[in-house]
């Protein structure tokens, strides 16, 4: 799957993220996080295993975090991917 148009979810206030996604010829996954140093391998495992079972293989994925938790990170992301999947 290619992201095909751009979409977005979440905010930026504590303890969530924003999730933008366009499209791109190849697959980028940019973060931005205030808790980068303590989380960046863990938050991107996240990013990938979501990408990786909607099978997306093109694309520029740009997450802003405030601290989200896991669970948040994959909720945000989806609901971007469903959204750029719409019509």
Not at 7 to 19: E, H, K, P
Not at 56 to 72: E, F, K, S
Request: net charge positive.
């Amino acid at each position: 799957m290619r992201i095909a148009r751009k979409a977005q979810a979440g905010t930026m206030q504590s303890s969530d993220l924003m999730v933008v996604l366009e499209p791109a010829d190849e697959l980028r996954v940019e973060i931005e996080s205030t808790v980068k140093k303590q989380f960046d391998p863990l938050i991107r495992a996240v990013v990938d295993e979501v990408l990786a079972r909607h099978g997306v293989t093109a694309g520029r994925v740009r997450l802003t975090d405030r601290g989200a938790l896991d669970y948040a990170i994959q909720a945000r992301l989806e609901t971007a991917l469903q959204r750029a999947a719409e019509r």
